[in-house]
């Protein structure tokens, strides 16, 4: 069984949470005989294949780009021919130029998209890019959701449930680096005993800047892990609003995440727009045991975190909201303890890699039974 994955985004260049998802895919169904690939592209002008954790890695250089979507002429004729061996070719959607890829490599084995998220921000370029998407998703066999909630929310998929399944994320605890007690020491020392954390990159949909006004009037420490676009304006808002106990620590190799990770007393995920599909930083949380406080914004996100069982969750875009669940979280450890005991507890019930890679394979199989198209 070979699968070809096509997203905009991969390692090494690149490390966000689709990035991560796909990547636990190829290892997960790799220990179940699925031979992966992956097709993305790179800033490098001239950038080679590489193999990575049992997987190849295809870099097609970017030629340009368009309201953040890349494209690339090269990948178009490698997609078409990398297709030819493919049984299965699974797309990750959304990206536009994937979409016309798609029927200029003029594909015809059985395909799949992993629904990640709907397209939120880009409203005109959405009214121009809607019958290339449509055609699109048409055009597919399955369509993955992530999570029932976002099934139930999106109207995009609302249109193709016929031929929707439904497969959550799964992260695998053991392809984390230990990072060992010197390192967590180390970050220890800096942070504090007890510290909120929030891990991601900082784009405009992630609410920080509703994180920043809720503890402008509280005195908990937080630690903020991650690079991206609107880093500067953020660090200026922290400081305008005189946030000294508000850490950024920046981009972190795995290890020291893992270390604040484990360190943490809770994490805290203010996200407010759909744009945040699922949340694996905050499943990441999950997974190591901590308290979780997030926003209902009709995705997986609440799917991760179930109210007043595994964290709280509150209205988006509510600073005195968020502000005071981090208040109730803080002054009541031992209930906080119990919520993070209940959110691993979920996570080895719904969130394992191997229970994500034991779907998509059979998934996979299905489709390459399926006859010949054409």
Request: proline share 5%; aromatic share 10%.
């Amino acid at each position: 069984m070979r699968v070809l994955h096509f997203y905009k985004t991969y390692y090494p260049d690149s490390w966000g949470g689709i990035e991560q998802v796909i990547r636990q895919m190829c290892v997960g169904t790799g220990r179940l005989g699925v031979t992966n690939e992956v097709l993305t592209l790179t800033r490098e002008k001239d950038p080679s294949d590489l193999e990575f954790e049992g997987h190849m890695v295809h870099r097609m250089p970017l030629d340009f780009e368009i309201a953040s979507t890349g494209f690339s002429f090269a990948a178009i004729r490698k997609l078409a021919r990398l297709a030819r061996k493919a049984d299965v070719i699974h797309y990750h959607f959304p990206w536009p130029f994937m979409d016309l890829a798609h029927f200029m490599a003029r594909i015809d084995k059985p395909s799949v998209v992993t629904y990640h998220s709907d397209i939120v921000r880009q409203k005109t370029l959405l009214r121009v890019y809607t019958p290339l998407k449509q055609r699109f998703l048409r055009s597919v066999d399955l369509i993955v959701a992530t999570s029932p909630n976002y099934l139930a929310s999106s109207p995009v998929l609302a249109r193709y449930k016929e031929k929707i399944r439904t497969i959550t994320y799964g992260l695998d605890k053991s392809i984390y680096p230990e990072p060992g007690e010197a390192r967590r020491g180390q970050w220890r020392a800096r942070c504090g005993a007890r510290f909120f954390l929030f891990i991601g990159v900082l784009r405009y949909y992630k609410g920080l800047h509703i994180l920043l006004d809720a503890v402008a009037d509280l005195d908990y420490p937080v630690v903020i892990v991650g690079a991206g676009p609107i880093e500067r304006e953020l660090k200026a808002h922290a400081e305008r609003l005189g946030l000294s106990h508000v850490m950024f620590v920046g981009a972190l190799e795995e290890a020291d995440k893992i270390a604040l990770l484990q360190l943490c007393y809770a994490m805290v995920f203010p996200s407010h727009l759909r744009s945040e599909a699922f949340g694996i930083s905050l499943l990441e949380g999950a997974m190591f045991g901590k308290p979780m406080i997030s926003s209902e914004i009709g995705t997986g996100t609440t799917y991760i975190n179930i109210d007043n069982d595994t964290g709280l969750v509150v209205p988006p875009d509510d600073p005195a909201a968020l502000g005071a669940a981090m208040r109730t979280l803080w002054e009541q450890p031992e209930r906080a303890a119990a919520m993070g005991r209940r959110a691993e507890a979920r996570y080895w019930e719904l969130f394992t890699a191997e229970k994500m890679a034991e779907n998509y394979t059979a998934l996979y199989r299905e489709l390459a039974a399926r006859p010949a198209k054409g």
